[in-house]
């Protein structure tokens, strides 16, 4: 179930030449450099009927059965194929005494209605809940706007009900920072001394947030990000995957980074940014 290890083998034997990476590679779309710069090293797995790089390998766990992961994320390091694994049906199950979700560079989780633990019904229904369990937990992401996250936390609240801060065990937070109630803290994340989220924030998966940086309310802060030391990131804000915002720098409420961009002074007037210089796009 998932992904056989030996039928992945076989397609990447027969599909895959590896290449190196050279300047010659590089592909800069709309300011943003493809692969990043950290990524310049050794030599990486292309398909060999499209010519196109294999960035990831995604092995599902299915029904809650465990894939033979440590078997996949083996093969796929030979390849340097980062695995993600689609962790959706199988939470609380753990493989080798590990739990699924947790060997691949990220892996996701889903509270949908199928799924193994399910979230779900109307707003006005918060209230009926209270009497059997005062915890809340918001898993709805944001993109252009916060503004459904914004009011289901208003309507938690008003009821009287609590949102407590979610910590991956996986994630380093130091006892200095300080955590908004209902904020997510995702794998692999590290929040150093002095740094402040706001209330209700998502910090995914690998995300550095520098000494005494201060990140508002409602704010989505995506995979791989970088707020430097002192940097401040105002309310409703989005901040695509591996963005970095530099030292001191002011990210204006309301105002969404794109992926790969790098922020290097401050944002005074909201909207949407891309870029390396970066640049106003709406």
């Not at 309507?155 to 937070?173: D, F, M, N, R």
């Not at 995914?204 to 970088?226: P, Q, R, Y």
């Not at 430097?228 to 901040?239: E, L, M, S, T």
Request: glycine share 10%; with cysteine; aromatic share 6%.
């Amino acid at each position: 179930m998932g992904l056989s290890p030996k039928a992945l083998r076989i397609w990447l034997e027969e599909n895959v030449e590896m290449r190196e990476i050279s300047s010659s590679n590089v592909v800069i779309e709309q300011g943003v450099r493809f692969p990043p710069l950290g990524e310049l090293k050794g030599a990486f797995s292309y398909n060999k009927a499209t010519g196109r790089r294999i960035k990831a390998c995604v092995p599902m766990h299915t029904f809650g059965h465990p894939c033979r992961i440590d078997e996949i994320v083996a093969i796929c390091n030979e390849y340097n194929i980062d695995v993600v694994e689609d962790a959706a049906e199988s939470l609380g199950s753990y493989y080798k005494g590990q739990h699924t979700g947790t060997f691949g560079k990220f892996g996701t989780l889903s509270f949908n209605g199928n799924k193994t633990i399910t979230t779900g019904g109307k707003d006005d229904e918060i209230a009926q809940f209270l009497p059997e369990c005062s915890n809340f937990l918001i898993t709805v992401g944001q993109i252009s706007s916060s503004t459904i996250r914004e009011k289901i936390f208003s309507k938690v609240i008003q009821a009287g009900g609590k949102l407590p801060v979610i910590i991956s065990p996986l994630a380093h937070v130091s006892k200095y920072a300080t955590i908004g109630e209902g904020s997510v803290i995702m794998h692999q994340v590290l929040i150093n001394a002095g740094a402040s989220i706001g209330a209700c924030c998502i910090i995914n998966s690998k995300a550095l947030i520098e000494h005494e940086a201060n990140i508002g309310d409602f704010c989505h802060i995506s995979t791989a990000s970088v707020i430097n030391g002192q940097a401040r990131v105002g309310d409703r804000c989005f901040i695509g995957s591996n963005t970095v915002v530099a030292n001191n720098t002011n990210v204006i409420a309301d105002t969404i980074i794109a992926a790969g961009s790098q922020v290097l002074k401050s944002i005074e007037i909201p909207g949407t940014y891309i870029g390396q210089p970066l640049r106003k796009i709406r």
